[in-house]
């Protein structure tokens, strides 16, 4: 079975474990799924695609966010994740520059 392209926008968020990229998604055959790859890598191709680094370990689809405090992120599944302290104002301040450019769409 070759690999099947996912849609950006079933992507929840991918999770960084050293060089493996867990991505994890919505409503798909599976919820899951993880290759090799760095983070930073992953965060420069989909940035222009609505992603935010919330911390070294996460990189979410600004899509899915239900909730966003200093602290943590909640997605659409109820995952909440941890934002690191140092970069608390700059997606904050990322997320809010993203969701009024997106309030009609």
């Given at each position: 079975m070759g690999k099947q392209p996912i849609p950006v926008s079933h992507i929840l968020y991918i999770e960084s474990d050293k060089r493996l990229a867990v991505f994890h998604l919505i409503k798909e055959e599976r919820e899951r799924f993880s290759y090799y790859e760095k983070l930073s890598v992953l965060t420069a191709q989909l940035e222009p695609f609505g992603f935010l680094r919330i911390q070294k370990s996460f990189l979410v689809n600004m899509e899915h966010i239900v909730s966003l405090t200093p602290e943590s992120v909640i997605l659409s599944n109820?995952?909440?994740?941890?934002?690191?302290r140092q970069n608390s104002k700059m997606v904050l301040k990322i997320y809010a520059t993203w969701k009024r450019a997106h309030k009609f769409t």
């Open positions: 109820s995952t909440a994740l941890p934002i690191s």
